[in-house]
T-cell receptor, first 114, second 114 residues
Framework: GENVEQHPSTLSVQEGDSAVIKCTYS??????FPWYKQELGKRPQLIID?????GEKKDQRIAVTLNKTAKHFSLHITETQPEDSAVYFC?????????????FGQGTTLQVKP | NAGVTQTPKFQVLKTGQSMTLQCAQD?????MSWYRQDPGMGLRLIHY???????DQGEVPNGYNVSRSTTEDFPLRLLSAAPSQTSVYFC?????????????FGPGTRLLVL
């Protein structure tokens, strides 16, 4: 089955710096790669996702890149702000129609220091 | 819409006791799933369902049962609680199955097994 590895487990940056979180997946059939943000005591929420037919996707300060050959994808946050402090999860799914399941990585705790 | 709701918010059990964690959604979503969240281990998939009457196992199904008699409800049953089941449990739903769409998470149930 699918296995998703996420690194680093913790990341500390200064406000205004960039942050990069990396994930690798094992199932070459995976075709959907979302990223979720979980603030302290809250539920995870989707922040960005990418499908296997796209190499990069941006949404304001957030971008995700996908390398299907190497089976890894990354989250890039530019101009970090204190409110970006949270736990970030990557995930992967090899879905087809109504079949498939979403498998998450271990999470990265991002701390943005003012 | 209430979205995805979970009850109870917090529960303490003794080893060997059984209980049911409730999950309901009012968005007419076909796909529902249960995850457990433990420090350093991310979100691990327990069971999932692509529609009423259909369930399947995830990464860590042992010790848990599920059923899906209606589109709205997806209860998770702990048959004989063990301290290893101490965790935060999240229910999630999406419009369709396969894990290829945005997952909407409930607020979580924090379970302590003594």
């Amino acid at each position: 089955g699918e296995n998703v590895e996420q690194h680093p487990s913790t990341l500390s940056v200064q406000e205004g710096d960039s942050a990069v979180i990396k994930c690798t997946y094992s199932d070459s059939a995976s075709n959907y790669f979302p990223w979720y943000k979980q603030e302290l005591g809250k539920r995870p929420q989707l922040i960005i996702d990418i499908r296997s037919n796209v190499g990069e996707k941006k949404d304001q300060r957030i971008a995700v890149t996908l390398n299907k050959t190497a089976k890894h994808f990354s989250l890039h946050i530019t101009e970090t702000q204190p409110e970006d402090s949270a736990v970030y999860f990557c995930a992967a799914s090899a879905y087809s129609g109504n079949t498939g399941k979403l498998i998450f990585g271990q999470g990265t705790t991002l701390q943005v220091k003012p | 819409n209430a979205g995805v709701t979970q009850t109870p918010k917090f529960q303490v059990l003794k080893t060997g006791q059984s209980m049911t964690l409730q999950c309901a959604q009012d968005m007419n979503h076909e796909y529902m799933s249960w995850y457990r969240q433990d420090p350093g281990m991310g979100l691990r998939l327990i069971h999932y369902s692509v529609g009423a009457g259909i369930t399947d196992q995830g990464e860590v199904p042992n010790g848990y049962n599920v059923s899906r008699s209606t589109t709205e409800d997806f209860p998770l049953r702990l048959l004989s609680a063990a301290p290893s089941q101490t965790s935060v449990y999240f229910c999630a739903s999406s419009k369709r199955g396969g894990g290829g769409e945005t997952q909407y998470f409930g607020p979580g149930t924090r379970l302590l097994v003594l």
